[in-house]
């Protein structure tokens, strides 16, 4: 007598994507899979006497979901040189700053009251 093959169980998350047709079975792509997109202009100036580092970012967003996105954080590395930074590293004094100062902020050519700006650490 011949044994079938056993069917392997299949996880949640993964029953979930072939349910919704993000995936398929192979574990590509399906028909209802969508990425989101980020296109980035970085421009940046550096006085090495200062050691200040300035500049401008512009970052196009493109929400490919079938969701509406309510917020986006955007992550704030060099803040963890900032003197009160929880940190799990060490910092030599020297290196220590005032962290990122943003200036202004537009959305979708609006401008944004920087004053509601939530800042935590090394994320906003």
């Known amino acids: ?5 056993q069917q392997l169980p299949v996880a949640v998350n993964f029953k979930k994507a072939y349910l919704e047709h993000t995936r398929d079975a192979s574990g590509s792509p399906g028909k209802a899979y969508w990425q989101n997109k ?11 006497i200062t050691n ?20 986006v ?14 940190r799990n590293v ?6 220590l700053s005032k962290g990122v100062e ?6 979708n050519n609006n401008p944004v009251d920087i004053k509601k700006l939530v800042v935590r650490g090394t994320n906003m």
Do not use: C, H, W
Not at 62 to 70: E, F, G
Not at 73 to 86: E, I, R
Not at 102 to 107: A, R, S
């Open 102 to 107: 943003i200036k202004t902020m537009l959305v």
């Open 38 to 48: 980020g296109s980035y202009m970085i421009r940046v100036t550096f006085d090495p």
């Open 73 to 86: 954080v955007f992550k704030l590395y060099p803040n963890l040189y900032q003197g009160q930074a929880m």
């Open 52 to 71: 200040v580092l300035s500049g401008n970012v512009a970052v196009d967003y493109t929400n490919n979901s079938p969701d509406t996105l309510k917020q």
């Open 1 to 5: 007598m011949a044994m079938g093959q």
């Open 90 to 95: 060490a910092v030599l004094p020297e290196d």
